[in-house]
């Protein structure tokens, strides 16, 4: 079962999105104050929606979307394995011979 604040949170972030497509459905969108307050309202429901995931994450719901730092957790093994091997000696490159100086115009 869900905690009360998780469920809250989830649906104080699903009214704003009501708020934007009544002002999209009455046409509203295409003022100043319409605009501004489709903005108002998407900014609430991303604070309540970050309020859902860190809540689900904190609980642990969300253990797939960490998959990577399990891998990284596993790189060092790997990373021990290519370092007992014998680095092979880097080719010296050949510097590039220098521009000639730009010719000064007479004139």
């Known amino acids: 079962m869900l905690p009360m ?3 809250t949170s989830i649906i104080l972030g699903i009214v704003p999105l009501f708020g934007i497509a009544w002002t ?11 605009l501004f307050m489709s903005l108002i309202l998407l900014t609430l429901s ?10 689900l994450d904190d609980r642990g719901a969300l253990a797939f979307m960490h998959r990577k730092k399990a891998d990284v957790a596993a790189a060092p093994a790997t990373a021990a394995k290519v370092a007992s091997k014998p680095a092979t000696e880097p080719k010296a490159s050949t510097p590039a011979p220098p521009k000639p100086a730009p010719k000064e115009s007479e004139g």
Do not use: K, Q, S
């Open 5 to 7: 604040m998780l469920v």
């Open 24 to 34: 999209v459905a009455t046409g509203t969108i295409r003022t100043v104050d319409g």
């Open 46 to 55: 991303a604070v309540f929606f970050l309020n859902t995931y860190w809540e």
